[in-house]
Each structure stands twice: as C-alpha cells, then as structure tokens.
C-alpha cells in the first residue's frame, strides 16, 4: 500500500522542478509521486519523463492540456494511489529530515480505525538561494505528536492561519466530499485549504518544518503585480470560499474549528479588499461591493458576523482613510515575511 501521494502541478517549470523532484525521493517506496504536466511548452514533460523512467515505483506523469494549478490537482486526486494526499509546487521542496520521519508517523495511522484526516506541518519560506528564512508553526494551537480531535485544539489566533502546503488530507475524505478544484484560474488553493475542513474529524499536528516554500520570483501567482493583473479571479475565490458554508452549519463546528473558519474568511476578505483599494480603480472598487454583496445575499448573518471579526472590521473601515489604515496593514505583514 502506498502511504503518500504527492501530486506536484507543473507548467513551464523547467527550470526548477528537478531540485522539487529530487527533494521528494527521500520518501522512498511507499510515496505515490505523480507530475502533473499541465500542458507545458518547455522541457518540463520531457525532465518528469526521465524521472518516472528511472523511478518507475515512485514516479507517475501525467500529460493534459493546460488547466490550470486546481485542474493539476484535480487529477493528482483522481489518479492517488496513496492514504494520504499532498500538493506540492513544483518550485518548492520538502525537507529530507522531516519528509522521512513523516513517513514514519503515516506508518503508524494505517489501521482503518485509526486512520487521520488531516495532519498539520509547519513549513518554512525560502528565498533567493536562502532557506528558512520565515517559518510558521502552530504550536500555539495545536500539541504534536498524538492524535487530536478538534475539541483537543485550542483557539487559533486570528494570524494563524493553513497554507495549502501546511496540510495532508486523508485521500478518501476529499474524493467523498467530492472536492473539485476549478480549473484555469489562480488562488484555488484558498478552496482546497477551506472547504474539507468541517469532514475532518482526526488530526495529528506534525511539528517539523517539512515544506519549503519559495518566494520572491516574478512571475510568482503571489507577487503583487500578478495579483492586481488576476484580481477578478481572487475576488471569485474570496466568494467561494465565503459561501461555502452558511453561519449556522459553521456554529455546529466545534469551537476550535469555527473560529478558525470564520478567521480564514476573515482573512481572504481582509486580504482582497485591501488589494481591491490599492488597485483602486471603478473596476476593483466594483469587485468590493459586489464580493461583500454576495455573502450578504448568501447568508446575512455570515455577512453580519464577518464584519465583526476583527480582521473583517480592518476590512470595512470607512472612508479613504479606513482603505489606507487597511492597505497599510496588508503591506507591513508582506514585509514582515519577506514577500
């Protein structure tokens, strides 16, 4: 049985998805490794090729045509042979030290009656040739080491909050919600980190820096100047994710887990309006209504609570100068992690 897939979506990443590929190997049998070759133009198809060849008990490639980062996944999930379930980009890596203890933890939850739905880890930012230059950790939240319930987790701040690369589903959860990724657009990953949460009922929180996030390349989905260029498309996500579940199907959520969602929503909200005022034109400015008017026609009492949680008032501060106060807050964090 294959403990762990590993699905890395890759589009033109040439140039870097051999160091992401080799960083994986450590994993050793029983990791599922399948590239997903998103329609590329330059060598990508051909370096995951060699690499399926020379590692035929680890390394799957799949070719498609151009989807998108959430049409890669999509199919990574379809095609799993694994327990567990984890995207990784292709410009990042995974931790040797840490990827090879995590195998060991799997081990230990492979019993049907003892199987995780969720293990956390912490992850690291690498920039410009540094690594670790930023690592987040949850520890406030959560004790590693065991397995926990959602009533073992304490309240997580309203800073802390998942990254795709902070979590391992269980593969069966996520093909029984169904989840379905859309596909040609950016910042999918907010979907794939929110919605399987509520179907998760046992969580282990694995306490190593396992994923290595880079950040600073310009062509990056993250870098400012892109997301201004796609902010329709995180505007739709920042909906999606909204309404994704109404106030009361997230009250009957155990605190730890309600709070954390509505901070999550919060937080895109927050996030988005503040990249919907920088951008400041009729356009954007335009997006920030109707987003707000979506969840307010979706569920008013979800409208009203998120407007209340401190990140969602940042959001809505009146006037010019609530829209400075905001973007000013979203710039200092950017330059606290380096982004």
Not at 101 to 112: H, N, Y
Request: charged letters at 25%; glycine letters at 6%.
């Amino acid at each position: 049985m294959k403990l762990l897939t590993i699905t890395v979506p890759c589009y033109n990443s040439a140039a870097y998805v051999e160091r992401c590929l080799d960083s994986l190997l450590p994993a050793g049998s029983e990791a599922d490794i399948i590239v997903i070759d998103d329609g590329s133009t330059d060598a990508t198809g051909e370096i995951a090729d060699r690499y399926a060849a020379r590692y035929p008990e680890m390394v799957r490639v799949i070719h498609q045509e151009n989807g998108g980062h959430g049409a890669g996944i999509n199919q990574g999930l379809k095609h799993a042979e694994g327990l567990y379930f984890k995207v990784v980009d292709s410009d990042d890596r995974l931790d040797r030290a840490s990827l090879e203890k995590l195998m060991a933890v799997l081990r230990g939850f492979t019993a049907e009656d003892e199987r995780l739905d969720l293990l956390v880890n912490d992850y690291v930012y690498d920039q410009a040739g540094q690594q670790a230059v930023f690592s987040v950790n949850y520890r406030v939240s959560m004790s590693p080491g065991k397995a926990l319930t959602w009533e073992d987790i304490r309240r997580f701040p309203v800073h802390k909050q998942f990254m795709i690369h902070s979590l391992i589903y269980r593969t069966q959860l996520l093909r029984d919600m169904p989840l379905v990724l859309p596909g040609h657009t950016f910042y999918e990953d907010n979907l794939y980190i929110y919605q399987p949460l509520p179907y998760t009922r046992r969580i282990y929180y694995f306490n190593e820096p396992l994923y290595g996030y880079f950040i600073g390349r310009e062509d990056q989905s993250i870098a400012e100047k892109n997301i201004l260029g796609r902010l329709d498309q995180l505007t739709r996500m920042t909906e999606l994710v909204a309404t994704c579940y109404t106030l009361e199907a997230l009250r009957a959520l155990p605190k730890a887990l309600r709070g954390y969602m509505l901070n999550n929503c919060a937080g895109m909200l927050a996030t988005t309006s503040a990249l919907q005022f920088i951008k400041n034109t009729e356009e954007s400015l335009a997006m920030n209504r109707r987003m707000w008017k979506t969840i307010r026609d979706f569920d008013e009492a979800l409208y009203l609570n998120l407007r209340r949680n401190p990140l969602g008032r940042t959001a809505t501060l009146p006037g010019k100068a609530g829209q400075r106060t905001l973007v000013g807050g979203y710039r200092f964090v950017r330059k606290i992690i380096r982004f």
